[in-house]
Nanobody
Framework: QSQLVQSGGAVVQPGGSLTLSCAAS????????IGWFRQAPGKEREGILC????????DYAVSVKGRFTVSRDSAKETVYLQMNNLKFDDTGEYYC?????????????????WGQGTQVTVSS
């Protein structure tokens, strides 16, 4: 069974850092683009970052530029979202998703496999 398993969500203080993990099983991420999405309470799910099979990444959300980075470890079939200088507005449920191919896409409808989501709460 092909799936993505997420880990790393937590409650952090403003200015803190957190790393989320997204591990693939049942398929190899070498042929998949991995997107990270965020859904804040009462809001729609938004694409924030994406990483291609070759490691090239795209930032979609202006609010995370310079603070969030995405990386991938093919040997571990895992993609990471490094979040630094966290702000209150970063609070939400974070999802990773995979789409076969080499192009990043911001729309969540273009991704076939989804992680279960992990909660990030920024609170003082």
């Amino acid at each position: 069974q092909s799936q993505l398993v997420q880990s790393g969500g937590a409650v952090v203080q403003p200015g803190g850092s957190l790393t989320l993990s997204c591990a693939a099983s049942g398929f190899t991420i070498d042929y998949y683009t991995i997107g990270w999405f965020r859904q804040a309470p009462g809001k729609e799910r938004e694409g924030i970052l994406c990483i291609k099979p070759d490691g090239d990444s795209t930032d979609y959300a202006v609010s995370v530029k310079g603070r969030f980075t995405v990386s991938r470890d093919s040997a571990k079939e895992t993609v990471y979202l490094q979040m630094n200088n966290l702000k209150f507005d970063d609070t939400g449920e974070y999802y990773c998703a995979a789409r076969r191919g080499t192009e990043c896409r911001q729309s969540p409808y273009l991704y076939g496999y989804w992680g279960q989501g992990t909660q990030v709460t920024v609170s003082s």
